[in-house]
């Protein structure tokens, strides 16, 4: 971590550079000119659709006595920067209240920093400044958007879920409970829960909307990414919500490390080439069971893919909560940027040609494995 103390607006000199991998959670390569550096990210996010190689950054240089040598601060994203030093975002918010740029709290002002209740901590103590009323805040930074909508959070995020019921709670202590969701990408109209990441935030959001103020803006920088020149308030359509259930389609992503012979059920035996694979399920309904199936070692073979996941390495799924049965549209859309499909594979019930396909480098790192992810999960929702 840096040891810079860093202020909103930033004024501060910033470095482009090229990203080209993730070594860790909290640790980027990337290249300035032609050097290859290490950066500290501080972000915990998964940021798949953003972090692709060849996209550019804003770094900050770091002092001497870090460990990193620079901070990632922004990514460029089409033609603006998202912030991604979640760590700078409270600084933000702490400007614009002072300034009275949230109009829906412009007769709030700031009390407190880092406020400790209960068995959490959360971000601001806000005070009317013509009543006695008080309210706890807890900012959040969202970076995960499709076209118009935006959804938070981009991973599981239990620490979320409880500051949503925690916040409930304070009424009964006779506070009022806030929470202000940042997204960082001024094309936004409407926020959602990511309710294909995190189920149990999503409904927990959905059931404490009447006893806490759930807010969302969209935020603009201007274009030397030093302040912000618009904040758009933007619009929670809770209705979409209250249809979604656990059902849906999935998919499953892993390595296999070695080129292996393996005898799939009926299909016999086939050949699989080291590299990666996705295969398309779908589970119209306990769509959670049905995924965390497929982690459990020792099951019983039922389908082709429960005699292949044993095989792989860092197995990850990606849920896609939806009534309307998209397996083997999704199918069709992976057959268009795999490298290859594996004939048969999981379609015994369907006429595709096969719900596996076959990727000779990381899907994760592909703009269009990214952009699939991103339409079937956010672009076709229907607001209306």
């Keep these: 971590m840096d040891n810079m103390v860093l202020e909103y607006p930033f004024k501060f000199k910033k470095i482009k550079a090229t990203f080209l991998e993730r070594i860790n959670r909290f640790v980027i390569k990337a290249r300035i000119k032609n050097e290859e550096i290490f950066a500290y990210l501080p972000n915990s996010g998964r940021l798949w659709e953003l972090l692709l190689p060849g996209k550019e950054l804003l770094l900050l240089k770091n002092k001497k006595t870090s460990i ?48 400790k209740l209960n068995s959490s901590r959360f971000d601001f103590l806000l005070g009317n400044k013509y009543t006695s009323e008080k309210m706890v805040l807890e900012v959040k930074t969202c970076t995960l958007f499709g076209k118009e909508i935006a959804m938070f959070p981009d991973a599981e995020t239990k620490r979320g879920t409880r500051h949503i019921l925690e916040l409930a709670e304070l009424q009964k202590e006779g506070l ?30 959905l059931e404490k909307r009447e006893d806490i103020e759930v807010k969302a803006v969209a935020i603009k920088w201007e274009k030397t990414f030093t302040f912000v020149e618009e904040i758009k308030k933007l619009q929670i359509p809770f209705r979409i919500l209250e249809k979604i259930e656990d059902k849906g389609i999935y998919l499953l992503v892993f390595e296999l490390k070695n080129r292996e012979k393996i005898k799939i059920g009926s299909l016999g035996e086939k050949i699989f080439d080291n590299g990666f694979y996705v295969y398309v399920g779908s589970a119209m309904k306990n769509l959670t069971k049905r ?39 999704i199918a069709k859309a992976l057959s268009l940027i795999s490298d290859d499909i594996i004939s048969g594979f999981g379609a015994s019930d369907c006429r595709c040609g096969s719900h596996l396909f076959y990727f000779s480098e990381n899907p994760f790192n592909k703009r269009d494995f990214q952009k699939l992810i991103i339409e079937y999960r956010i672009n076709k929702i229907n607001i209306d």
Excluded at 82 to 102: C, D, M, P, Q
């Design 68 to 115: 990193s040598p620079y901070t990632v601060l922004a990514c460029k994203h089409g033609s603006h920067y998202v912030l991604l030093h979640t760590h700078l975002t409270n600084k933000i918010i702490k400007k614009l209240v002072a300034e009275g740029k949230l109009g829906f709290w412009k007769d709030y002002k700031i009390l407190k920093e880092e406020v």
């Design 176 to 205: 009022r409970g806030g929470i202000l969701f940042v997204v960082m990408n001024p094309e936004i109209n409407y926020f959602l829960p990511a309710y294909h990441i995190d189920y149990q935030f999503s409904k927990a959001l």
């Design 291 to 329: 995924i965390n199936r497929h982690f459990r070692k020792n099951k019983k073979t039922r389908w082709h893919i429960d005699y292949l996941v044993p095989k792989g390495h860092s197995l990850k799924a990606i849920p896609i909560r939806t009534s309307n049965k998209l397996e083997c549209e």
